[in-house]
T-cell receptor, first 112, second 109 residues
Framework: DTAVSQTPKYLVTQMGNDKSIKCEQN?????MYWYKQDSKKFLKIMFS???????INETVPNRFSPKSPDKAHLNLHINSLELGDSAVYFC???????????FGPGTRLTVT | GENVEQHPSTLSVQEGDSAVIKCTYS??????FPWYKQELGKGPQLIID?????GEKKDQRIAVTLNKTAKHFSLHITETQPEDSAVYFC????????FGTGTRLKVLA
């Protein structure tokens, strides 16, 4: 059974479109995260939710909006996509803050 | 601001040799220091972690050492094998989760 899953795995879209990435974890963890990994492999945290509450909101354009309908899901919605949004987006979860994180397989977003 | 510096950016070793990767951090309140391994096309996976009340931790061929005074921690891999080839990331921070810039390790058979 996959611990942290993301859909879709690949997403190709045009500038200006709106898209969503879904994440689900079946580990019973309380905390979930979204990370962005750029073409140089730099990993940067975007958001963190703990018990469905937003804990960390890094300097991310407000075109990015996370939503946590329940503790097992954390979705990422992106409005008005730009070329610079092209990256691999990883979802992760941990039992609590500052604990081991389990990463999903990633979603490769390409904006043309 | 808080930052984490990771060196080297690339490392090539012969199979069976040891590899060492070092990270230096700025947040003196950091108390959790994990290392992640990322294979091609996959998400990062935790391989070892240490908390600030411990100076060293080992798990078979992998070890992490922490020097809180100097604010650096290192990953040590002994008897390297080709399957150790991957990108390795350190991470730390208190309220911010800051990853190092990554080290691409190549183990040459």
């Amino acid at each position: 059974d996959t611990a942290v899953s993301q859909t879709p795995k690949y997403l190709v879209t045009q500038m200006g479109n709106d898209k969503s990435i879904k994440c689900e974890q079946n580990l019973g963890h309380d905390t979930m995260y979204w990370y962005k990994q750029d073409s140089k492999k730099f990993l940067k945290i975007m958001f963190s939710y703990n018990n469905k509450e937003l804990i960390i909101n890094e300097t991310v354009p407000n075109r990015f909006s996370p939503k946590s309908p329940d503790k097992a899901h954390l979705n990422l919605h992106i409005n008005s996509l730009e070329l610079g949004d092209s990256a691999v987006y990883f979802c992760a979860s941990s039992q609590e803050l500052r604990d081991e994180q389990y990463f999903g397989p990633g979603t490769r977003l390409t904006v043309t | 601001g808080e930052n984490v510096e990771q060196h080297p950016s690339t490392l090539s070793v012969q199979e069976g040799d040891s590899a060492v990767i070092k990270c230096t951090y700025s947040d003196s309140a950091s108390n959790y220091f994990p290392w992640y391994k990322q294979e091609l096309g996959k998400g990062p996976q935790l391989i070892i972690d240490i908390r600030s009340n411990v100076g060293e931790k080992k798990d078979q061929r992998i070890a992490v050492t922490l020097n809180k005074t100097a604010k650096h921690f290192s990953l040590h891999i002994t008897e390297t094998q080709p399957e150790d080839s991957a990108v390795y990331f350190c991470e730390t921070g208190t309220y911010k989760y800051i990853f190092g810039t990554g080290t691409r390790l190549k183990v040459l058979a």
